[in-house]
Every structure is written in structure tokens, then in C-alpha cells.
């Protein structure tokens, strides 16, 4: 199956805007990361721009895997046009339905697409019965309403997501904001999910990550600022 092909990755490095390029990538896996998304690739400016996509392409390397590619947009048919140019280069591709900045509602993507459930659920079944390789999800909770993320988890698992991750925050909880990442209800998800669920956020040190896994039941925990300020936070320093 995808996550034992994946190698069963407990500790994954968030996909990162200007952050989680090659290099770093490539600094956390010597440290104990075990699986590395790319940032977050605009769809439509990469199927459009030539110089964009050479950008993107150009850091492929066979020692940067297992990876996944995150990409961003709304219309199902540019996004599986976009995900065709990096298939051969990735293990998965990625749904970006988390970012919860300005620039998201703009372009309707992120966060503020969970808002148009039946199009994401669309998009994830457009992506998952035309690729070659298996389709993700990463995605924040409904503001007061799990029964509703719940219920738009198991939709994106029948519309054939391979692997969710789950940021325990709401796209209200932004920069100044931020409060309390929401571990209780990533274990809610994972309890109600058959595929892998990764949990996102809350976490500052080594031992966050024990217990994360421990009280959310999730298969792997993603970090995005910890180990940017860490790149070895997930190797426990060593």
C-alpha cells in the first residue's frame, strides 16, 4: 500500500512557502526527516510559465525521496495538467486545502476552498483517477463543526485520497491568532479515517511528537516552524 511504499514516514517535513526547498530538504533528511514535501507550487502560474515549471523540475534529485509535490488551485483540469509535468519525480501528489493567508482567499485555494466542498471532492477524484501516482490532502478543521470536517474527510477518502494531513487549527487561527492547535479533534479524524492520517501543528520540541502520536492516534507528525528552526528536531538533536 502507499504509506508502506512511503516507508511507514512518522515525521514529515511541512511543505513551506520559500522554505522547504532542495537544500533544506535535504538538511532535514540528514537529520531524521523522513518525508519532505515541496512548498506549496501554484497550479495555473506553473502550467502557464515555462521558466516556473523549469524551477520546480529542475530539483529532482533520486536522494530527495520519498516526496511529495503540494500544489494549490481550484480548477481540477490545470491542476491535473500541473501534476502530469511532476509525476515521474514524486511519490504523491498534494492538495493544498490549509493555507489560511490573504493571498489564498485571493486565488481560491487553501483554506478557504473547504468552503466548496463538492469541488474539492471533485478535484481529489479528477487528480486520483488520472495519475499515476496516489493523491493527499492537507487541510485545517471547520470552525465549531467536527461532525462537518468528519464528514469531509470521508468524502475526500472516497474520492480516493491516499493520505491525509490534518492541521489542527481553523483558517481563523492565523498569525496573531494562532491559539491552540486542536489535537483531541485530529484524533477524532483518525479514528473515523481507514487511510493514514499525519498530524499538523502544536508542536515545539522532541518530545511533542511522542505525544502527538500518542494522543491523536496519527500515523506520522508534520512540522513546519519547529524544525525550521531545528532542522534536527526530528532526529532529537543528534
Known amino acids: 500500500d502507499f504509506f508502506e511504499r512511503l516507508g511507514r514516514p512518522r515525521w514529515i517535513l511541512a ?20 518525508l519532505c514535501f515541496t512548498p506549496m507550487v501554484n497550479s495555473n502560474q506553473f502550467t502557464k510559465s515555462a521558466s516556473y515549471r523549469e524551477e520546480i523540475l ?40 490549509g493555507c ?6 485571493r486565488g481560491r485555494y487553501g483554506a478557504f476552498l473547504l468552503e466548496e466542498e463538492d469541488l474539492v471532492v471533485r478535484i ?25 470536517t ?15 494531513t490534518v ?14 492547535c486542536d489535537w483531541k479533534a485530529i484524533a477524532a479524524v483518525k479514528a473515523s479515517m481507514k487511510i493514514p492520517v499525519i498530524a499538523n501543528g502544536g508542536i515545539a520540541t522532541f518530545a511533542d511528537l511522542q505525544r502527538c502520536l ?9 512540522s513546519s516552524e519547529a524544525a525550521l528552526e531545528n532542522p534536527a528536531l526530528f532526529g532529537n538533536n543528534r
Open 15 to 34: 511543505p513551506m512557502v520559500d522554505q522547504s526547498e532542495l537544500p533544506f530538504r535535504l538538511l532535514a533528511r540528514r537529520y531524521g526527516t523522513e
Open 100 to 105: 489560511p493567508q490573504g493571498i489564498a482567499r
Open 167 to 180: 492541521h489542527g487549527r481553523t483558517r481563523y487561527q492565523n498569525k496573531d491568532t494562532t491559539g491552540r
Open 150 to 164: 468528519l464528514q469531509l474527510c470521508k468524502r475526500l477518502q472516497d474520492a480516493g485520497c491516499a493520505m491525509l
Open 58 to 97: 529542475s530539483e529532482a534529485r533520486p536522494e530527495d525521496r520519498p516526496l511529495i509535490v503540494q500544489f494549490a488551485g481550484h480548477d481540477p483540469e490545470i491542476l491535473l495538467e500541473a501534476a502530469g509535468h511532476v509525476e515521474h519525480m514524486c511519490d504523491a501528489i498534494d492538495l493544498n486545502l
Open 124 to 148: 481529489v477524484e479528477t487528480l486520483s483517477s488520472n495519475l499515476s501516482i496516489p493523491v493527499t490532502c492537507k487541510i485545517r478543521l471547520f470552525r465549531d463543526d467536527l461532525p462537518r
Open 214 to 222: 500518542d494522543e491523536t492516534g496519527a500515523d506520522g507528525v508534520m
